[in-house]
């Protein structure tokens, strides 16, 4: 007690000011009625003595002007400074590539991700080991980058847009493709899509649309058919083809 007197005198003015937890009285008395702590103030998010929620005594004697008791102290913890965001789908992605046209590796972002949408980014590299579009570049390090914008236009329409650049030494393929997958009844989809190709190296162009059917059959089977049919522009004049594929597939 002697403690507190002697800071109330020779802290001057100091001590004669209220503090937030007891505005209605000088810090000293306050102090001496056991009103307010020294003690250091409790940063965790549950405290022992719940010292950021329970009313001191004299905040819960002392009403305000309005008639109502002042509210108690908050805990900084429960103010929310930002919105927390916890997406259950995964939004980066490191992927492997082997088979009989390239090895390499692949990193995938999630670059928006809003209901109906999404955009992915994907940078890659690695080794070519077969040509792409019959060319004859074979056997080079190759460095890839895509994006990816898809959109759910209604329940049963999706868009899809890629735009992708692959480069090996003294040549670049740049492709742009825009597709729809549309759900017709319950386990079938239409599947359409248009794709543009340009290769530096060759000077040349292709276009390749392609039309595809997913529809069941008995049991777990299911046949997947596609239709393509491709254009393409070099120079040496213009060619056009088509063909079709067949899948069976069976879930297990």
């Not at 008639?67 to 929310?80: I, M, N």
């Not at 789908?89 to 995938?108: M, T």
């Amino acid at each position: 007690m002697s403690a507190v007197w002697w800071l109330a005198l020779a802290g001057l003015p100091v001590f004669q000011h209220p503090l937030p937890e007891s505005p209605g009285e000088p810090a000293a008395i306050a102090l001496a009625a056991g009103r307010i702590s020294l003690r250091t103030p409790c940063y965790e998010l549950v405290c022992p003595d719940a010292e950021w929620s329970a009313d001191t005594p004299w905040l819960a004697v002392q009403p305000r002007k309005d008639g109502q008791l002042p509210s108690p102290l908050a805990s900084p913890f429960s103010k929310r400074y930002a919105a927390l965001n916890a997406p259950v789908s995964r939004r980066v992605w490191v992927e492997s590539q082997l088979d009989k046209s390239k090895v390499g590796a692949s990193y995938r972002f999630q670059a928006l991700s809003k209901p109906g949408s999404d955009l992915q980014v994907q940078l890659g590299t690695g080794y070519r080991l077969l040509s792409y579009d019959d060319n004859a570049w074979v056997d080079a390090p190759v460095a890839r980058g895509s994006v990816v914008y898809s959109r759910q236009i209604s329940p049963e329409i999706r868009f899809q847009q890629q735009a992708q650049i692959e480069a090996i030494p003294n040549n670049t393929n740049i492709r742009q493709t825009f597709g729809f997958n549309i759900a017709l009844a319950p386990k079938w989809a239409l599947n359409s899509a248009v794709e543009f190709s340009r290769d530096t190296g060759f000077n040349s162009t292709l276009v390749r649309r392609t039309l595809g059917l997913s529809m069941p059959l008995v049991s777990q089977w299911t046949l997947d058919s596609e239709l393509r049919r491709y254009s393409t522009t070099t120079n040496n004049g213009d060619q056009a083809y088509t063909e079709g594929s067949m899948n069976f597939r069976y879930a297990f």
